[in-house]
């Protein structure tokens, strides 16, 4: 029989230790780009996906993943500006999602920021949609939709099956492999309307420096990731947070920002009641956890975006626009 064309990918991947190694750039990408055009079998997509998994990602492939993913989007013609993506791919299980708050603050205050992400691939979590649609800011159905709603609001959140439906499928492996794959990862990089920055956060510290590195290879004109509550982009201001920046091709800026609370145990929410998120932008719920996770997240995507030159400056910047915003509406709402 004539080799499959995909199978010399899971070749270089299951060598065994000796021989295996890292796909490029270049590897990654066309491996992505067949995977997404439906041009492998269903054996090879789970061989690949877990000896990806076993080995685990490298910087070149997490670059090479995202690079395949974006040349297959059909994008607007007249793309709009945005100054931050936000990655939601986590869910939230312990604390509400604060971080969504911080993002719509930021709205407020006249930035604009495309958020994109999943939900219900792991069970008992808060996930942003349905954040988004309580607090009733529309989920958009395609990329026109998206820009329409960055050049109205300053906001828009897409869903990762309008980013690609074939992602969603392999996203949704997990219960059925038993194990996170790759597309956990990379799709946090995607960027798909090229802002000017891009802020995520991940569960395993492990990956800060892989993140990193694959924003480099894809020359990110700027990047933060942090290990996030829950795998979110979402600071726990109960703990220091180290944050990896990268600007283009440049080293890593690894800051360790303070924790901003004294008591070094996250409470858990045993309600997770997204109702409670409205009540604290209004104002009329006060929580010292969710000011400090919200304005802490917000300062650090401040200073990515290059709007404070400290870790002091950003986060006061962020106290005030958290002080200032408009507690009778929240942006991007219908």
């Given at each position: ?221 700027a990047m933060s990731v942090f ?58 719920e006060e929580s010292a956890y ?45």
């Open positions: 029989m004539t080799q499959h064309p995909f199978s010399k990918f899971v070749a270089i991947l299951g060598r065994g230790k000796t021989k295996q190694r890292h796909l490029t750039v270049e590897e990654s990408r066309e491996a992505m780009e067949m995977l997404l055009a439906g041009e492998t079998h269903p054996e090879q997509v789970g061989a690949f996906l877990m000896l990806l998994r076993l080995k685990e990602e490298a910087p070149s492939e997490i670059a090479g993943f995202a690079m395949g993913t974006k040349a297959r989007f059909d994008l607007p013609a007249d793309l709009p500006e945005v100054d931050l993506d936000w990655s939601s791919y986590a869910g939230k299980r312990v604390q509400l999602p604060y971080c969504i708050l911080s993002a719509l603050a930021l709205v407020g205050a006249g930035y604009r920021v495309f958020m994109h992400g999943t939900e219900g691939h792991t069970p008992g979590r808060v996930y942003t949609r349905e954040v988004l649609e309580h607090l009733g800011i529309d989920v958009c159905g395609s990329f026109d939709e998206a820009a329409a709603n960055i050049r109205a609001t300053g906001f828009a959140y897409v869903p990762l099956e309008i980013l690609s439906e074939r992602l969603r499928e392999l996203i949704n492996l997990r219960p059925i492999l038993g194990l996170r794959s790759p597309v956990h990862s990379f799709t946090r990089m995607l960027n798909p309307f090229n802002a000017k920055a891009s802020i995520l956060g991940i569960f395993h510290r492990g990956f800060m420096d892989i993140h990193a590195g694959a924003a480099q290879l894809m020359n990110e004109p290990r996030g509550d829950g795998g979110e982009a979402e600071r726990r201001p109960n703990k220091p947070t180290q944050v990896w920046t990268t600007r283009g091709t440049a080293e890593a800026e690894v800051d360790t920002w303070p924790a901003l609370l004294e008591d070094g145990h996250a409470p858990k929410d045993e309600d997770m009641d997204v109702t409670r998120l409205s009540a604290i932008w209004a104002g009329s969710a000011t400090a996770a919200i304005t802490g997240t917000m300062a650090i995507a401040l200073k990515t975006m290059g709007k404070a030159d400290s870790m002091a400056a950003a986060q006061s910047l962020a106290n005030g626009i958290w002080a200032a915003r408009d507690k009778g509406r929240i942006p991007g709402q219908r």
